[in-house]
């Protein structure tokens, strides 16, 4: 398809346990982003990608948190030893901008992840 | 620490008239502010946009105004219509257009 692409689109997972969400963004966009949404909240910054680098990773909330994208296209978000709080639904986004841009994110349908 | 803040949870407004959604923001340093819409389960989808240099801008039934010394922002869509119901979240970015920053979103339901 045309669009970000997340897999999966949802993920149940008990306590303690190790869990990868990959996300495929749109073709030739060089900037890639994860955003964390909770019940009732806004999308929250995790951390943007410029090409295969992690440019702003000031959004991880713990070092449980990692995020890769070894040859600047597709992306995995991966959490360790989840916790409760980690569920939420996990937000990719893609754009074409280097530098300067419109702001103007396309966002995947997101991965609901549910933690036991 | 809020910084983008939609202090309206809901909105409902009958089709055909004016919907008015409200945004503020304590950060100065924000210099584009931007709309997005939701539906359920899906990812949100860009709306309409503003810089920080221009106090309007507007996209057919879509007008959103920046008041920066207010630090207020506001969507105006008339007429509204049933399929703009949805979710809207305002966001601001300070920076080249990464790390936007969402306020809580307000649920918006055209009755018709």
């Known amino acids: 398809g045309a669009g970000v692409s997340q897999t999966p689109s949802n993920k149940v997972t008990e306590k303690g346990k190790y869990v990868e969400l990959r996300c495929d963004p749109i073709?030739?966009?060089?900037?890639l982003y994860w955003y964390r949404q909770s019940l009732g909240q806004g999308p929250e910054f995790l951390i943007y990608?410029?090409?295969?680098?992690?440019?702003?990773d000031s959004g991880l909330p713990n070092d449980r948190f990692f995020a890769v994208r070894p040859e600047g296209s597709v992306s995995t978000l991966k959490i360790q030893r989840t916790e409760r709080g980690d569920s939420a639904v996990y937000l990719c986004?893609?754009?074409?901008?280097?530098?300067?841009?419109?702001?103007?994110?396309?966002f995947g349908e997101g991965s609901r992840l549910t933690v036991l | 620490d809020q910084q983008v803040k939609q202090n309206s949870p809901s909105l409902s407004v009958q089709e055909g008239r004016i919907s008015i959604l409200n945004c503020d923001y304590t950060?100065?340093?924000?210099?584009?502010f931007l709309w997005y819409k939701k539906y359920p389960a899906e990812g949100p989808t860009f709306l309409i946009s503003?810089?920080?240099?221009?106090d309007k801008n507007e996209d057919g039934r879509f007008t959103v105004f920046l008041n920066k010394s207010a630090k207020h922002l506001s969507l105006h869509i008339v007429p509204s219509q049933p399929g703009d119901s949805a979710v809207y979240f305002c966001?601001?970015?300070?920076?080249?257009?990464?790390?936007?920053?969402f306020g809580a979103g307000t649920i918006l339901r055209v009755k018709s």
């Open positions: 986004a893609s754009s074409s901008g280097t530098g300067w841009n419109t702001g103007e994110l396309f």
């Open positions: 073709s030739g966009h060089t900037a």
């Open positions: 990608f410029q090409g295969t680098g992690a440019a702003d």
């Open positions: 950060n100065s340093m924000f210099d584009y």
């Open positions: 503003i810089s920080s240099i221009k």
């Open positions: 966001a601001a970015s300070g920076e080249y257009g990464n790390k936007l920053v």
